[in-house]
């Protein structure tokens, strides 16, 4: 089975962000997670879709969007515009989820659930049809360069155990604290899409970092 790899670049140096993600695609990642927050939702601000624009040019890997911000239902259509291929939403910050995630389809993208730790497996049981992924958080949302919730690892191994009596199309995906030790766990439970973001921007520099992040994948029994 493949593994792909996405990078959060919330711990990228945004004043030159082209050129990280030029050398994140040069680099051998697979996609760009990008984590909008709107400082209600989470208790963190980050950037919105013209900053997703503006750096679209910049790489030809798969750009997907996370929304940890209330009520979005209305800025879906920019986010696609921008050049993204995947909006990930957090049922809690929607009213009328289902609908947004019909939204999201309508627009031309995929449409995903993120879990937050806390938030059960259930929330995502009737939305299974209309999604590609399920992503369980595996920190809670809102900074980059948490730990990691081992904790987490059961519900992973539910979330696999539930997509493959009911949805064997959705992928499930992991986001939070994820590095080269632990990886491999995360993987082993039933991820498919690791989010790494601070693992990313290190001394070592971004090869080395994604080739240690591959081979922690390996060390599970797949290759990324
Ligand atoms: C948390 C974000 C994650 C996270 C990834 O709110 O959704 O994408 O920051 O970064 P690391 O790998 O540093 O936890
Ligand atoms: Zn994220």
Not at 36 to 58: E, H, K, Q
Not at 125 to 134: A, K, N, R, S
Not at 147 to 175: C, G, N, Q, S, Y
């Amino acid at each position: 089975m493949s593994i792909t790899l996405g990078a959060s670049i919330l711990a990228a140096d945004w004043s030159r962000m082209g050129e990280e993600l030029a050398e994140l695609e040069a680099a051998g990642i697979d996609y760009i997670h990008w984590d909008v927050m709107d400082n209600r939702y989470v208790p963190n601000l980050t950037f919105g879709w013209d900053m997703i624009s503006a750096c679209r040019s910049a790489t030809t890997v798969p750009f997907e969007t996370h929304l940890m911000a209330w009520e979005t239902e209305r800025d879906i259509a920019k986010y696609v515009a921008a050049g993204c291929e995947r909006i990930l939403i957090q049922p809690e910050a929607h009213i009328h989820v289902h609908n947004t995630l019909r939204v999201i389809r309508e627009e031309g993208a995929e449409a995903g659930i993120a879990l937050n730790p806390g938030t059960p497996l259930a929330m995502v049981e009737d939305l299974l049809p209309d999604i590609t992924t399920l992503l369980v958080m595996t920190v809670n949302p809102g900074f980059g360069g948490q730990a990691f919730i081992e904790t987490m690892l059961p519900k992973i191994e539910a979330a696999r155990a539930l997509v493959a009596d009911r949805a064997p199309h959705v992928k499930i995906e992991i986001d939070g604290g994820l590095k080269p030790g632990n990886v491999a766990a995360g993987v082993e439970a039933g991820a498919t899409m690791v989010i790494c973001g601070s693992g990313l921007f290190g001394p070592e520099g971004k090869a080395a970092a994604i080739a240690a992040m591959k081979s922690g994948i390996a060390s599970a029994g797949v290759t990324a």
